[in-house]
Nanobody, 124 residues
Framework: QVQLVESGGGLVQAGVSLRLSCAAS????????MGWFRQAPGKEREFVAA????????YYADSVKGRFTISRDNAKNTVYLELNSLKPEDTAVYYC?????????????????WGQGTQVTVSS
């Protein structure tokens, strides 16, 4: 069992940066694939980024590639999402998720563990 708690969201202007953090409980954090997803009002939850257990593989949605960076610190049981060059269309609730399988990184339905989400609002 893994419990996830996100932090770092806020209201910012377009073009600035934010760093989201997701703190995980549980001794096996280092073995989990970690993902970030987001959900805007009236839209489905969508994949943003994912990282494998050893940080050797990262995956990004096309809409954030080159602007967002996912990383993890297994010693601190924490995964991060650096959001740069934010746009109004990045406004959403951002969720951290975890799963054991080291494959199929993109589908939210394959992640059994979720945080409560943190709101990111980008004004123009």
């Amino acid at each position: 069992q893994v419990q996830l708690v996100e932090s770092g969201g806020g209201l910012v202007q377009a073009g600035v940066s934010l760093r989201l953090s997701c703190a995980a409980s549980g001794r096996t954090f280092s073995s989990y694939t970690m993902g970030w997803f987001r959900q805007a009002p009236g839209k489905e939850r969508e994949f943003v980024a994912a990282i494998n257990w050893s940080s050797t593989r990262t995956y990004y949605a096309d809409s954030v590639k080159g602007r967002f960076t996912i990383s993890r610190d297994n010693a601190k049981n924490t995964v991060y999402l650096e959001l740069n060059s934010l746009k109004p269309e990045d406004t959403a609730v951002y969720y951290c998720a975890a799963k054991e399988m080291q494959s199929n990184f993109y589908s939210p339905g394959l992640y059994p563990y979720w945080g409560q989400g943190t709101q990111v609002t980008v004004s123009s």
